[in-house]
């Protein structure tokens, strides 16, 4: 059977890094970075004067704003040596560069090591699709100090679900397709209004195509917050969570004198909520963890026809509308948009797609997003 290929792989075989934004406005880019920290609950100022270790950074286009923060040491481990040559590039006139606080390794993660603990570990976008999450995730957490701040970006069937199928539709229209970059034109025909309709989106349209539908790394493990709660849950405190889903009306007086401890009130609160990872910018009222295990079910078997179609040929469309079906009726307490593009889905699976049914004639579906990544903030040995 064919294995998918890792992250690295995919890269280094297209000489690329797909992660490049558009930074023509970088106080934007700047507030939107902002805006991410603040919802995991750090200020600029939290960054100042800390330790920083940040994995798998890509081109460092994100990594500016927080070396504009001003850490006493920032250190990027990137293995792909593309992403580094673009590190280099965006911080070629970085005044952190002058103080000599300012570090590129050239490494996979897993051969990385050091002496030194950092204040605040970072791995962006990374865990989710890599195969060696547990070592990734255990070396970060062994560079970490007691009481330190672990960011990392969490995705989960659910939360996938429009980028998978919109990739398997894209799959059907470059199949037969010869040359990486014919395949690549296709899709941004296809799908560029599609990435148009998410508000504040900064990434190179072509990147975002080649890594949602072209990189074979998204069919590695997905990391969802419970999974990552299950490998960090012991050592570390939920902080916060980016988007800002949980809420708790406890007394904080009463929060120690609870028996329930602070992770698991967590864990219950997104077994009813996470029904709502499956659209942007929609929330519905909380429902049963009953309705939410069926929902991820049914995006497992999407996921897993989609993989069963790309990778080994099967035809798959039969089981896909089932899916389908099974998705209308578990969120039909949900609302029109959502439902409509699922009934679009279903339409787009009856047919032969051209591009132009793709990028022009279900405006449901081409709005339809999930909340593909969760940031999520941790504190080390909070007890
Ligand atoms: C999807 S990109 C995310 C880039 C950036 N953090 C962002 O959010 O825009 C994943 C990054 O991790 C790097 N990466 C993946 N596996 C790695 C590994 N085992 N060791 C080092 N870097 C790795 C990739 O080269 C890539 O730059």
Known sequence: MKKAKSFLEFYGEHNISPVRQDLSDYLKHRLRRECLYRHLGLLP????GKKILEFGPGGGFNSLII???GPRQYTLVEG?????REIKANFKKHPLLNFGRFKVVHSKVEDYSTKELFDIAICECMVPHSKNQAVILNKL???LLPKGVMIVTCEDEISSFYEFIKRYFAFQLVKDVVGFENKVSILVEAFERHKKTLLGSSRYTRDWVIDTFLNEAVFN???SIKDCLASL??????????????????????IPEDRKS???????????IRHNLFFTNKNFNKRTKIKNDKLSKLCWQARRLIYLNEMKGLDVKKSMLEVISGLISNLKDTDNDVLGSLR????????KIQVKDISQKYPLFIKAFGKVSQYISLIKNHE
């Open 45 to 48: 100022s939290y960054f100042t």
């Open 67 to 69: 070396a504009d923060f």
């Open 80 to 84: 792909n040596p593309q992403g580094v």
């Open 141 to 143: 957490d062994s560079l």
């Open 221 to 223: 493990p997905l990391f």
């Open 233 to 254: 849950g012991k050592k570390y405190l939920v902080y916060h969570t980016s988007p800002m889903i949980f809420t708790d009306y406890r007394w904080y007086k009463s």
């Open 262 to 272: 602070f992770n698991n009130y967590v864990i219950e609160e997104f077994d009813t």
């Open 344 to 351: 679009d889905i279903r339409e787009l699976l009856k047919m």
